[in-house]
T-cell receptor, first 115, second 108 residues
Framework: NAGVTQTPKFRVLKTGQSMTLLCAQDMNHEYMYWYRQDPGMGLRLIHYSVGEGTTAKGEVPDGYNVSRLKKQNFLLGLESAAPSQTSVYFC??????????????FGQGTRLTVV | SQQGEEDPQALSIQEGENATMNCSYKTSINNLQWYRQNSGRGLVHLILIRSNEREKHSGRLRVTLDTSKKSSSLLITASRAADTASYFCATAYNDMRFGAGTRLTVKP
């Protein structure tokens, strides 16, 4: 049982390049989240999904897109990377959400540097 | 802006002492959760308290919730050096949002 797996773990991009971060969970969770963590800022919610085929914006969605074509996968895309997107990205999943919100399980993070 | 705000930002104590961290939030919640993060690693869930609960215990952890004041506290009793980590509160409603965290250092 792998839990939540993020790919890749590290990446360096040049300004303007694009990339996709993959999050995969094997717990049959409905809810999935993408966060970014910057020094002193804690975690900020980028986008989230309440089930297969759904996505919703979080606190800081600009510059990112997401897709949830399969229940177990949640993809985060950067179409044109900017230095301000240098951060550590965390994916999380939970069985329930909303009123039935339950504990979230986190991946180990992707450290992205945009130069 | 972030939903939760932890206080203090940093806390340094001796092994065996108790550590108290506070979280204030701004809007309605279904539940509030506390997580721990060791340096550079993913977050690990510690405890969840629902909006209709006032206090919850788990081992050396005690969490309180006051929805009228929109605040919560996490107490770690008899702290150990291994408790050194960052602690975050997360508020859950339609989504789940985190505060900036409290950095706890427990000196042996």
């Amino acid at each position: 049982n792998a839990g939540v797996t993020q790919t890749p773990k590290f990446r360096v991009l040049k300004t303007g390049q694009s990339m996709t971060l993959l999050c995969a969970q094997d717990m049959n969770h409905e809810y999935m989240y993408w966060y970014r963590q910057d020094p002193g800022m804690g975690l900020r919610l980028i986008h989230y999904s309440v089930g297969e085929g759904t996505t919703a914006k979080g606190e800081v969605p600009d510059g990112y897109n997401v897709s949830r074509l399969k229940k177990q996968n949640f993809l985060l895309g950067l179409e044109s990377a900017a230095p301000s997107q240098t951060s550590v990205y965390f994916c999380a999943s939970s069985y329930g959400g909303g009123f039935e919100n339950t504990e979230a399980f986190f991946g180990q993070g992707t450290r992205l540097t945009v130069v | 802006s972030q939903q939760g705000e932890e206080d203090p930002q940093a806390l340094s104590i001796q092994e065996g002492e108790n550590a108290t961290m506070n979280c204030s939030y701004k809007t309605s919640i279904n539940n509030l959760q506390w997580y721990r993060q060791n340096s550079g690693r993913g977050l690990v869930h510690l405890i969840l308290i629902r909006s209709n609960e006032r206090e919850k215990h788990s081992g050396r952890l005690r969490v309180t919730l006051d929805t009228s004041k929109k605040s919560s506290s996490l107490l770690i009793t008899a702290s150990r050096a291994a408790d050194t980590a960052s602690y975050f509160c997360a508020t859950a409603y339609n989504d789940m949002r985190f505060g900036a965290g409290t950095r706890l250092t427990v000196k042996p």
